[in-house]
């Protein structure tokens, strides 16, 4: 009788993902509120429970970051949008208050860490790692590439 083969090292899911990075709003870019907050970056939470995003930092590669307030609770298996520009924070979306563009419309890298720093690893969607691997913390980058989201 044989064994089923074990994998060596399991790929466990992040608690906070990356879902989707909409960095080229549509149409021209006018720095208008409303193409301001056609850029957004989704979450979601991969596990059972809420989590508390209060510290956590969603960032790019130019280093512009964007950090989450006490008041920011991201449901179990919830899914959070966090838009460019200006608006009115709610459940499912939050506002970083911009004036200006974040994401590159050609590529770009974003990252989410938690509040204690700990932080991704790699850039490229398949190649995803982070160093907090043993905390419920994980998080995950996502390399941004024209027609990747």
């Given at each position: ?24 709003s ?33 960032r ?81 980058s ?8």
């Open positions: 009788m044989l064994a089923p083969a074990v994998p060596a090292q399991a790929t466990r899911l992040p608690a906070v993902q990356i879902m989707k990075v909409y960095y080229d549509p149409g021209s870019d006018l720095r208008s509120n409303a193409s301001l907050n056609g850029e957004y970056v989704t979450i979601r939470n991969t596990t059972r429970r809420a989590i508390d995003l209060a510290g956590r930092t969603l790019d590669k130019a280093g512009y970051t964007y950090t989450f307030g006490g008041d920011v609770l991201l449901g179990a298996g919830k899914k959070l949008t966090i838009r460019s520009g200006q608006g009115g924070d709610g459940t499912s979306s939050v506002f970083w208050g911009r004036r200006a563009y974040v994401w590159n419309n050609d590529k770009d890298s974003a990252y989410i860490r938690n509040a204690c720093g700990c932080g991704t690893t790699t850039g490229r969607p398949g190649n995803q790692s982070t160093d907090c691997a043993d905390t419920p913390e994980d998080t995950r996502r390399s941004l590439h024209a027609g990747t989201s």
